[in-house]
């Protein structure tokens, strides 16, 4: 019964957290975000205490809870078979702590990346983004086909774009090992490689329910070993490495002489068949804190001057946009750990990964490009559903008087004074009146520009004719601004002012 609830209700937040990353239609409604806050790396990058304390609790009530039931990379390993041998295996308890260690002191020297590597939660989503998503895109153009051509338009055709190489290699390889792992290991990436299933493997050990071993019905058969992909139990000795239990209570249904059960402790003399604690555990788990704690920020990830070379006004541009919200490029280092929801649910596609246009240790983390779209004026999108309060959620009002970057115009090489041909398309995307028309010769018109109204939108380069480089482009601010032009009444002021400009 215990398995069945734990298949009903994994299943049904994994698949539609995976839809919601797919979702391009807008089918699922914003408030589905939920999904992704409740993820144990986000809620605590964002500094949600109710929802850090709710996963604790849960854990130190009923175990790893959330490895088996909400994270989306658990629920997905599961879905492997497994060839695991039938033998219990030691835990690599010191490697565990060791990566959790180096991933944490990576973090806080400035070096994100690790984090969002290893984050279970991120690692699905650039798998849903960048490995599951093309391969949806492709079977829903198909189906497009087919009805139209039946006369019917509930399908309709999407472009299918790789926003990033390195992005997609990097899903693709997790997907891979994660795979592989898998179905060669069980549960090994949970139990060993995960920062997030070694704290929950650690406060496991102290919860009130737990799977028991019933010694007095245990015939050591060792039928719940061979479905255990934790290799986690014990059947000689009869114990369990609640470190590496995940509560998947496979064990449990398949144990015909009812010799385990998921409960609290008897009150017999159970105490002495729990394991003793290992002071030299705790000594190396308090010297990887206090290391975390004492490393300077020698990887701290600075924006590169100059952004990698790519196609249109990109290449001109010095400083990379980052998205509405992030305040700057350096608060965004700190909070983002790449999961790529903001991407995913972008209408406009004007987010892509970033490579090292913040940075070795802002690789993956989004930005702003405006090769297939411009930033919807209104739009709080990307703002709404950050996880991790990376992008902080924004109003319709704050969004219209923020500026992310600014217009600069090269007007030499305008189609309007090379060509002598009448153009204005960068006046007309622009929102703001940031670019205006004005008299130039032979009765054209030319623009003009107004950095201090300029949103950053990228409306003006979007549009711009002129290749391989824009004549019209946004350059993005370091830090970002309010637009002058932005009248607020005193209660909004306060309200901007307090969100960090």
Sequence with gaps: MLKKIRI???????????????????????????????QFIPAWLSHNIIIMLFLIILALLFGRIYCSFICPL????????????KVSKPAFTKLRWLILAITLVLFFSGFTVVLGILDPYSA?????????KPVYLFANNILASIFNNFGNYTFYKVEIVMLSVFSFIVALLTFVAIGVLAWK??????????????????????????????????????ICAKKCKASC?????????????VNCFSCINNCSRKGLSFAMKSKEKELEKEEKVDKSKRKFVLTSLATTVAVPAV????????????????????????????????????????CHLCIAKC?????????????????????????????????????????NHALLP????QKHGLQVGKVIFIPEICVVHTNGTSCGACSEHCPTQAVKMVPYKNGLTIPVIDTDICVGCGGCEFICPVRPHRAIYIEGNKIHKKAKAFAVEETEEKEITDFGF
């Design 8 to 38: 009903i209700i994994s299943l049904l937040i994994f698949s539609l957290l995976t839809f919601y990353f797919l979702d391009f239609a807008g089918i699922l409604p914003m408030r589905f975000h939920a999904l992704a806050h409740i």
């Design 74 to 85: 658990g629920t997905f390993m599961s879905l492997f078979p497994c060839s695991i041998s």
């Design 124 to 132: 699905y989503g650039r798998i849903a983004v960048h490995v599951f």
């Design 185 to 222: 290991k069980g549960r090994f990436y949970c139990n060993t490689i995960c920062p997030v299933g070694t704290i929950f493997g650690f406060i496991n050990k102290f919860s009130l329910f737990k799977i028991r071993i019933d010694n007095g019905k245990c015939t050591s058969c060792g």
């Design 233 to 245: 139990i014990d059947v000689k000795a009869k114990t369990i490495d609640y470190s590496k239990c």
């Design 299 to 338: 990887f701290a990830s600075h924006p590169v001057p100059g952004a990698i070379s790519q196609r249109g006004a990109s290449a001109q541009r010095k400083i990379a946009i980052s998205p509405p919200g992030s305040v700057s490029a350096e608060r965004l280092l700190k909070h983002c750990t790449s």
């Design 347 to 387: 209408p406009s596609k004007v987010l892509k990964p970033a490579f090292m246009e913040y940075g070795i240790g802002g690789m993956m983390m989004p930005m702003m490009h405006f090769e297939r779209g411009f930033c919807n004026y209104d739009c709080i999108t990307c703002s709404s559903v950050c996880p």
């Design 394 to 397: 924004l109003t319709k009002k």
